[in-house]
């Protein structure tokens, strides 16, 4: 039964273009887009780029109850916090991987903080953004090396 | 084979609240920067109610303005989680660690905790245990014994948690602890009939305790607590 379904959602996951690794804690990187070490994504269009915090990361966060956005018209920059999620009594810092001026942030969260937690690439997205220096996506990880990065976090306990 | 890890310990008894943030916030910074290892402050507050980053000081049932008549003071923070209350007889752990180093998440991590005074509650023969969904912290039946609020920036946590040994427990009925209305709050004094030995001996039973629960190899006891507490941006 186990193998059928490891089969069905490859099969699935490749329609989708999403690369899954069939571990027993398993999360899902999409192929298309960029990420930072501290488990934020980044979707690039043109000079506009949409950030959130991955599967990954909000699997370990664990549920999340309050989301602190920034205001519109900040600056953010690569590596900096901009905003926080609560989640377990914990407030954990999300860092923009990419600099720029937020131009529109994901108000359903402030009514809808789960929304992070059960569509994190979707209606989870958190800020949008006007990049300041295309070159940064350099530093980024494509979706391959950040499965294994994941991976290689997930092994150090 | 992993390297092995370090813990450092500081004991340093009851210190102001504000105070006790800007220590953290300097060795958030030091550890950060890898100057220092993974460190762990146990110490104790006066009287002081603080709130979390959601702000929710409807939580607060008296005036603020009554606050100094009974003794306590009030401050917002940045950690997670709802009002809660610290004062003496209640044992804080501050943990200072890099979580990246161990592949935790916030929720790995908060659970650890919780383990960590499940473990030290169950050394008095009693039997605490984790909260359920929405309800992070430890518990003896439907009492709640131990506190948790934390904040990760880059990795690195602060703030943590607050166990109650034998606090004056009348302060809690001046706030809805944190945020859960029809539970009530105990102590270790009211939940075991051990005879309980002097603070200092139960401190260290519970930074033991979290020692063992987030497997260090060594701790180091740091002996001179005036190092850190005479801190130069001391306000």
């Known amino acids: 039964m186990a193998l059928t ?24 990187v999409l192929k298309d887009l960029k990420y930072a070490d501290s488990h934020e994504w980044v979707k690039i269009e043109g000079n506009k780029a949409t950030v959130g915090i991955t599967d990954h990361a ?32 914990a407030t954990s ?13 994901n108000k359903d969260l402030s009514e809808s903080p789960a929304l992070v937690t059960s569509s994190p690439y979707e209606e989870g997205w958190i800020i949008k953004v006007e990049l300041s220096d295309a070159g940064e996506v350099k530093k980024l990880m494509d979706s391959d090396k950040y499965s294994k990065f994941c991976e290689e976090e997930d092994a150090k306990h | 084979m992993r390297s092995p890890r370090t813990l450092e310990v500081w004991r340093l008894g009851t210190v102001n609240y504000l105070k006790s943030l800007k220590i953290q916030d300097k060795l958030v910074s030091e550890r950060k920067s890898h100057q220092i290892p993974d460190t762990l402050l146990s110490l104790e507050h006066p ?60 929720r790995n991590y908060v659970e650890t905790l919780e383990r960590s005074m499940i473990e030290f509650a169950s050394m008095y023969g009693v039997r605490a245990r984790a909260g359920n969904k ?3 912290g430890v518990w003896v039946g439907d ?5 948790i609020g934390v904040r990760i920036s880059c990795g690195i946590t602060c703030h943590g948690l607050a166990f109650n040994i034998d606090p004056d427990l009348n302060y809690f009925e001046h706030i809805v602890p944190c945020g859960i209305a029809d539970k009530e709050v105990t ?17 260290k ?13 060594d701790v180091v006891w740091k002996e001179d607590p005036s190092f850190i507490l005479d801190t130069k941006d001391d306000g």
């Open chain 2, 205 to 217: 039973q519970l930074i033991t305790c979290f020692a063992k629960a987030f497997s260090y190899d």
């Open chain 2, 143 to 147: 009492r709640k014994i131990g506190a």
């Open chain 2, 47 to 106: 009287p002081t109610y603080t709130l979390g980053k959601r702000r929710t000081d409807h939580n607060l049932l008296i005036p603020q303005s009554q606050l100094t008549k009974i003794g306590a003071e009030l401050h917002y923070t940045q950690r997670g989680g709802d009002i809660t209350f610290h004062g003496p007889h209640q044992a804080i752990l501050y943990p200072i660690i890099s979580l990246r180093s161990i592949g935790f998440g916030a």
């Open chain 1, 58 to 89: 909000q699997e370990h966060l664990g549920d999340v109850v309050y989301v602190e956005l920034p205001d519109v018209g900040r600056s953010v920059s690569q590596g900096e916090s901009f905003g926080a999620v609560e989640s377990v009594k």
């Open chain 1, 93 to 105: 810092d999300i860092n923009s991987p990419i600099s720029g001026k937020v131009l529109q942030v």
């Open chain 2, 134 to 136: 929405c309800e992070t």
């Open chain 2, 187 to 203: 102590s270790l004094r009211r939940e075991t009939d051990a005879l309980l030995p002097k603070e200092e001996v139960i401190h």
């Open chain 1, 5 to 28: 379904l490891m089969l069905a959602s490859s099969r699935i996951a490749s329609h989708l273009r999403i690369s899954l690794s069939h571990r027993a804690f398993s999360s899902v």
